[in-house]
């Protein structure tokens, strides 16, 4: 990240948009006033600056704390909404707890499916250890299973879950 220590040269990030301007015209002739990035099949918005590719939303926390955390979690996890209010340092177990459910989810609910003999296998993850939450007939027990076991372990209720 050496790269960065003339960033504010070049980009103004405005906290409550979100949106990083470019201010000054680089080599590689970007346009001043003109929002910087674009968005990638990822989902983040991805900036190029003196020949290297970042995030924008680890350029906007640099821009306004003057480093980069090994890692910034997008609190509504929206992966393209960097207003600082939606930005926070994390751990890599804080970003897990906060995912979204999968697009392969047939439940909509995380951590529970359907069995073989068509009962709700209830489930939960915490410090890299898969907890069994048990079985349940009756699918809102199974839900309300779940959603306990994520109050306790310190998951956040939004994301689709």
């Known amino acids: 990240m050496n790269n960065l220590s003339d960033l504010h040269k070049y980009l103004k990030y405005n906290p409550s948009t979100g949106i990083i301007h470019w ?23 991805n900036i190029w600056f003196k020949a290297n590719s970042y995030r924008a939303h680890r350029l906007a926390y640099f821009l306004t ?15 393209d909404d960097n207003r600082l209010i939606n930005l926070r340092p994390a751990t890599s177990l804080m970003n897990t707890k906060n995912t979204k459910k999968y697009k392969s989810n047939t439940t909509g609910v ?49 994301h689709g879950r």
């Not at 529970?112 to 907890?131: A, D, L, M």
């Open 23 to 45: 201010i000054a015209l680089t080599k590689t002739g970007e346009s001043v006033n003109k929002p910087a990035g674009s968005l990638h099949t990822t989902g983040y918005i």
């Open 65 to 79: 704390y003057g480093y980069i955390p090994k890692q910034i979690d997008h609190i509504n996890g929206i992966r």
């Open 110 to 158: 995380m951590g529970i499916h359907i069995s073989k003999n068509k009962r709700w296998e209830v489930r939960i993850s915490n410090n890299n250890k898969r907890i069994s939450l048990g079985t349940y007939t009756d699918f809102f027990e199974a839900c309300c299973a779940r959603k306990s076991a994520e109050l306790k372990y310190g998951f956040h209720t939004n």
